[in-house]
């Protein structure tokens, strides 16, 4: 009841104003257990591919987005709680993965859908990077469950880090067909295993998305990428130290000629 109320006060709204396109949606069953892998490219993924499915998806979800304070934090832990996401503390990496699992094959028992991101957290820069394998394949082989690729497409341009206001565009959702795993059932314990069908998994969704794929992990990407603006912004500071001593050095050596002019103009009159 909550759900359809608040997806009809959410999800409406979002499809009139974005309109987004959808390929593909006969490849999510109407009903049963089915787990819904994709990339993860903004904010705004966890809204939109519901938004546009007749069956509600539970996503897992950062504990922070139910406990951030403001008007904006209020509304997004109201959404997230009324489409029924579940909140996750990932504080402690091993903790986190396994209270997801568990979350997660509750929610396929119940004959839902589960949606997750392979990667993890958000591309930091629009590519797809290497998939998890802890939580996709473990969940895929200890339920049965098909896992179907998606590839979310340009919603990192409707609203870019720093930008208040969200640009009105289409983005896109592309669906892929049903994996089946059933080969690897009773495997989820074989760590070669959970690699290939995780792989399997991000390499259709590469070619749902058109996305360049990174073989690192997108948190390791994101650790690169602090590291390297804060030595970039250390060199800034270090050029700018460098640029002003220079300034005072030659305002000194500006000094000492006009007081040697002096002193010999001082000297040559009589």
Known sequence: MIYGAMKFSIGGP??????????????????GPAI?????????DS???????????????????F????????LTAAFFKGVGQLPVDRSGARGAG????????????RGELFGL????????????????PGGLARVALASG?????????DTEKIQPPGKVMPKLMRPGIRIGKPLDFSRYQGMEHDRFVLRALTDEVMY??????????????????????AEAAKTEKQAQKQAEQARKEAEKASEREAAEREAEKAAGKERSDP
């Open 47 to 65: 809204f939109f591919l519901p938004a546009v499915l007749d069956r509600k998806v539970t996503f897992i979800a950062k504990a922070e987005y």
């Open 98 to 109: 396994e209270a997801a699992i568990r979350s997660g094959l509750d929610v396929l028992e």
């Open 145 to 153: 469950a098909p896992v179907i690729p998606v590839a979310m497409i």
């Open 117 to 132: 991101y392979p990667e993890g957290t958000r591309s930091p820069d629009g590519r797809l990077y290497r998939g998890k």
């Open 14 to 31: 979002l499809k009139l104003a974005f309109r987004p396109w959808v390929e593909g949606l006969e490849h999510v069953p109407a009903e």
């Open 36 to 44: 819904l892998a994709s990339n993860h490219l903004s904010f705004s």
């Open 67 to 74: 406990t951030t304070p403001g008007i904006k934090g209020r």
């Open 204 to 225: 259709e969704i590469m070619r749902l998305s058109g996305q360049e794929y990174v073989d690192i992990y997108a948190t390791a990407a994101k650790r690169q990428l």
